[in-house]
């Protein structure tokens, strides 16, 4: 489908960002077993839950507008899933894999993070009002997230990290 109108690219973003909410339900769980912290791997697995949530958010989105999402892989998120997947067999488990899996899924929720602040304002300027309050919603999630995980790595990670 090519992308002609203002509608057509939401619906392109509103694919790409339900491929890669997909492709991190099957990443948090790797992520948390790779996690030494326990702190880490509870803000993981919690967040796996949130991102199930989301994904319910995005049906939800694709039914109050009745439209259909592309079939579509997030190439963005396949290549963060894929560094992470570097990281835990490049590091052994331990507090410096705890600071670079931190990073990593740092990276993620900002790509996340810019995915939904687009979809709220092209939702924003289609009218889709009753959408864009659902896909706030998750960007409110999504910044939380980024939140904890700059938490977890300014109180414990990165400075246990630091005397590796």
């Not at 963005?76 to 331990?94: Q, R, T």
């Not at 939904?116 to 919603?137: H, I, M, P, R, S």
Request: hydrophobic share 45%.
């Amino acid at each position: 489908m090519a992308i002609k109108t203002l509608e057509d690219l939401f619906i392109h973003e509103l694919s790409d960002i339900y491929s890669a909410e997909k492709q991190m339900t099957k990443a948090l769980p790797r992520l948390a077993r790779a996690a030494e912290s326990a702190d880490l791997e509870a803000a993981f697995t919690a967040h796996l839950e949130e991102t199930q949530g989301q994904v319910e958010r995005i049906d939800q989105v694709v039914e109050i507008l009745d439209i259909k999402l592309k079939r579509m892989k997030c190439v963005g998120m396949e290549g963060l899933v894929e560094e992470s997947k570097e990281v835990i067999d490049a590091i052994p488990k331990g507090a410096l894999r705890d600071a670079a899996l931190i990073a990593g899924a740092q990276k993620a929720e900002h790509y996340e993070i810019a995915s939904y602040g687009t979809l709220c304002e092209l939702g924003k300027q289609l009218g889709y009002t009753d959408a864009v309050k659902l896909l706030k919603k998750t960007l409110a999630e999504e910044k939380a997230t980024d939140e904890k995980l700059t938490m977890l790595a300014e109180s414990s990670a990165n400075a246990k990290a630091a005397e590796v």
